[in-house]
């Protein structure tokens, strides 16, 4: 089962930055777990929230931001002074460092707030370009999403996200695309996880910060967990 470290270590560094990532490489994470929208000027950035106010100096949502403006924020003071001037990266500089690493890599495409428009042909092209699409996953919430990058690549891996359970989930998978599903840890105790077994349906789990969570997917045979502390993760299992 691959250790995914979510937004990077992001227990110990701030989240979706390059300490996180850094330190996920350190701590023995398999993979790095991220999200990615679109700056004002289109491109492709690591930020979760549509708002840049929970972890920056900043106000205002990174659609109405250039990549030189968001350059100007400061993405770790909040999270505690030892990483302050830490700055928010694009997805292009993010890849000129993992594509000399062999980590995973999992990008969560943010489209279920705001729809960039053509967030995922900007980002399957720089997949393309840092040649790193055998070790790539891209997941996303939003099924539309999901439909257009299978639309634009017939074989890169595919993950619909989800947090509630729904019907003939193999069904649905099918018909947008997707190879893989990621769900919440609470869906490990629901009915869909039966059928996503009997199909065999490679899945992953998120965010699995505890034992409990972990043991249950270690016990279905979970591909991947997304998890904050992939130190402690790596350790259990090991
Ligand atoms: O990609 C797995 C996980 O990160 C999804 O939830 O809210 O952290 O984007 P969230």
């Known amino acids: 089962m691959k250790i995914y470290a979510h937004r990077g270590a992001s227990k110990y560094a701030p989240e979706n930055t390059m300490p996180a990532f850094e330190l ?3 701590l023995g994470a398999d993979g790095i777990e991220l ?8 491109v492709p950035v690591i930020f979760h929230d549509e708002n840049v106010r929970r ?11 250039t990549l030189k403006e968001l350059k100007t924020l400061d993405a770790g003071y909040r999270f505690s002074k030892h990483y302050q001037n830490t700055r928010i990266l694009s997805f292009e500089e993010f890849l000129d460092w993992f594509a000399d690493t062999n980590l995973l890599l999992n990008a969560e495409l943010k489209t279920n707030v705001f729809d960039y428009p ?15 699409k055998k070790r790539t996953t891209i997941s ?13 690549d017939s074989n890169i891996n595919l993950g619909w996200l989800t947090k509630r359970a729904i019907a003939n989930i193999d ?21 869909m996880i039966r ?40 350790k259990y299992i090991r």
């Open 24 to 26: 996920a490489q350190k």
């Open 35 to 42: 999200d990615l929208q679109l700056t004002k000027d289109q």
């Open 55 to 65: 972890t920056t100096n900043g106000t205002g949502f990174i659609k109405d931001y």
């Open 118 to 132: 053509n967030i995922e042909e900007r980002v399957l092209f720089l997949i393309e370009k840092y040649n790193v």
């Open 140 to 152: 996303s919430f939003n099924h539309n999403t999901i439909k257009r990058v299978r639309d634009l």
């Open 171 to 191: 069904q649905f998978l099918k018909q947008i695309g997707a190879n893989q599903i990621h769900i919440n840890k609470r869906l490990l105790f629901s009915k």
């Open 195 to 234: 059928t996503i077994i009997n199909n065999q349906i490679p899945f992953r789990v998120y965010t699995v910060n505890q034992i409990s969570f972990l043991k249950r997917s270690m016990q279905l045979n979970a591909e991947g967990i997304f998890t904050d502390i992939p130190d402690k993760m790596k």
